[in-house]
């Protein structure tokens, strides 16, 4: 509940315009958020060199601004609304992505690892990393990503 209320006042909102290169707003996303946005020219993620009005599929107007406590899919349906591009939300080490009712802030704070781990029947991210071979969830997430990219 606690975390909740303080995403509300998170200095991570941003608000993300149509001449901003696609790099520039994963950057500023990731910075704000710890999370990676993938945006989407059509099927294929989009060439970061471009602007995000260079790659949506209709007339870009309007004003976006992201807060902690929009939940993934509202972030995914808002790019589409006012930029008309398609994003995904991921983790940070891009192995999964976020479900859409996740809030940003709750992906941030892992508690959809949380109640991953849980519904394995462990009572912490501690508890379940214990019987793995890793003592985090980054050393966890590089050796996913590692097996990925084989």
Same mark, same amino acid.
């Given at each position: 509940?606690?975390?909740? !209320? $303080? &995403?509300? +006042? ?10 901003? *290169?696609?790099? /520039?707003?994963?950057?500023? !996303? $990731? &910075?704000? +958020? ?10 294929? *993620?989009?060439? /970061? ?102």
């Amino acid at each position: 509940m606690f975390n909740s !209320f $303080f &995403d509300r +006042f998170k200095a991570s909102d941003f608000e993300p315009s149509s001449s901003m *290169l696609v790099v /520039e707003l994963q950057r500023q !996303f $990731f &910075d704000n +958020f710890g999370l990676v946005l993938r945006v989407y020219k059509g099927r294929h *993620l989009a060439d /970061e060199k471009l602007m995000l009005k260079q790659i949506s599929a209709t007339e870009t107007s309007g004003k976006l601004k992201i807060k902690a406590t929009m939940t993934v899919g509202e972030v995914e349906q808002a790019f589409k609304d006012v930029f008309g591009i398609i994003v995904q939300i991921s983790n940070e080490y891009e192995t999964y992505l976020i479900n859409n009712r996740y809030t940003l802030g709750q992906a941030m704070r892992k508690e959809d690892v949380l109640e991953d781990v849980k519904a394995k029947g462990f009572k912490s991210i501690d508890e379940w990393l214990a019987t793995t071979e890793f003592t985090t969830l980054d050393e966890y997430y590089r050796n996913e990503r590692t097996k990925k990219s084989h």
